[in-house]
């Protein structure tokens, strides 16, 4: 999209912002599709929505401004919270119809996902209907997201207050993909500034202020990395085609927050985007977010066999950090362990002697 485009949406007086957000609220202007399908014992409906595909996404995307979710005090993107409102209007009926379906012994259960926009639509749906009363924790499974951009801004809040814990959020994000970069990479101080003197609102904003990002991942964060034949590995990551995460059973929370942010810092967006053959059809850019790629990905993780269960053993380029088997994902997954002590030196993680 051409910054002159980026600017206008940004720098736009109030009403014309407020005249967007009422356009993604509607659903005739919905910035993504979703279907719902029932598992075969019909007891859990999954709700499914798609990534950004139209104008109306973009701009979705590009109202990113911080606004309150839900009464909660916690801040929330405001263009994909509009977004969400829309799509949580039109969810609702085939909600609440499922949930009357209780049978005996079996009660229903709900399950959300969504690639890119998708999954930030997804879990702030699945927030919502919590926050609204219209379900119970026990009625939803984890919200898994694939390739999405960050959209809260102190969002673990908002799931210890409704009673799911960070479970309840797992990212997939595939190595080098720009978009769940986008809003939690470090922005450089020139950007900060220009952004700051656009809107206003955005001077006051606590993680652009104290992160110098816009937003910050929640939840559990997975990171996939499919064979070298289809995208370079990261340097942060061991040869060969795996799932990890970065665990914070094992590791101080304070600790996995830096890891997970220096991750999101290689490559920087900002880096990605000045690289003229990352764009088109065979660039880096589609190649790392494209939904087709994550299906691909995971699916050629899902036929390989099983590994061995074994102990640690150190495999990753931050020394002290180990890869194990886990749980969530039985034979296909790895587990990222911080080392004790880590600093951000040269873009790249390395353990502090």
């Known amino acids: 999209m051409a910054?002159?485009?980026?600017?206008?949406?940004?720098?736009?007086?109030?009403?014309?912002?407020?005249?967007?957000?009422?356009?993604?609220?509607?659903?005739?202007?919905?910035?993504?599709?979703?279907?719902?399908?029932d598992e075969a014992d019909a007891r859990t409906r999954c709700l499914v929505i798609q990534g950004s595909d139209s104008l109306a996404s973009w701009q979705a995307n590009l109202l990113f401004e911080p606004t309150e979710f839900e009464?909660?005090?916690?801040?929330?993107?405001?263009?994909?919270?509009?977004?969400?409102?829309?799509?949580?209007?039109?969810?609702?009926?085939?909600?609440?119809a499922h949930l009357r379906r209780a049978r005996a012994g079996r009660a229903p259960r709900l399950r959300l996902t969504g690639h890119s926009l998708g999954g930030s639509l997804a879990v702030l749906v699945s927030l919502m209907l919590l926050a609204r009363g219209v379900v119970t924790p026990e009625a939803l499974h984890p919200v898994v997201t694939f390739g999405a951009p960050s959209v809260f801004?102190?969002?673990?809040?908002?799931?210890?207050?409704?009673?799911?814990?960070?479970?309840?959020?797992?990212?997939?994000?595939?190595?080098?993909?720009i978009v769940p970069r986008a809003f939690s990479c470090r922005y450089p101080g020139q950007?900060?500034?220009?952004?700051?003197?656009?809107?206003?609102?955005?001077?006051a904003h606590p993680c652009l202020n104290t992160h110098r990002s816009l937003y910050m991942p929640m939840g559990a964060t997975y990171i996939l990395q499919p064979?070298?034949?289809?995208?370079?590995?990261?340097?942060?990551?061991?040869?060969?085609?795996?799932?990890?995460?970065?665990?914070?059973?094992?590791?101080?929370?304070?600790?996995?927050?830096?890891?997970?942010?220096?991750?999101?810092?290689?490559?920087?967006?900002?880096?990605?985007?000045?690289?003229?053959?990352?764009?088109?059809?065979?660039g880096a850019i589609l190649r790392d977010h494209e939904s087709s790629n994550y299906f691909r990905a995971l699916s050629a993780l899902a036929r390989a066999p099983p590994r061995r269960r074994k102990q640690p053993e150190i495999v990753w380029q931050l020394p002290g950090v180990e890869r194990l088997q886990q749980y969530w994902w039985p034979g296909i997954a790895g587990t990222v362990i911080p080392a004790p002590v880590a600093v951000l030196s040269n873009k790249e993680l390395v353990s502090e002697a």
């Open 227 to 282: 064979d070298s034949s289809v995208s370079p590995r990261h340097p942060f990551l061991p040869e060969g085609a795996a799932l990890f995460r970065l665990d914070s059973e094992r590791s101080p929370t304070a600790l996995v927050a830096s890891a997970l942010r220096a991750f999101l810092y290689s490559p920087h967006p900002l880096e990605t985007l000045s690289d003229l053959s990352a764009y088109g059809a065979g």
């Open 3 to 37: 910054a002159s485009t980026v600017t206008a949406v940004v720098a736009a007086e109030d009403e014309a912002r407020q005249e967007a957000a009422r356009d993604l609220r509607s659903p005739l202007s919905s910035p993504c599709e979703w279907f719902v399908c």
């Open 153 to 177: 801004c102190g969002g673990n809040r908002v799931l210890e207050a409704l009673g799911v814990g960070e479970a309840h959020v797992r990212s997939v994000a595939m190595h080098r993909d």
């Open 191 to 203: 950007a900060i500034a220009l952004l700051k003197r656009l809107n206003g609102v955005l001077r």
């Open 71 to 96: 009464g909660t005090g916690v801040l929330v993107h405001r263009g994909i919270y509009e977004a969400a409102k829309g799509i949580y209007e039109q969810v609702v009926p085939e909600v609440e």
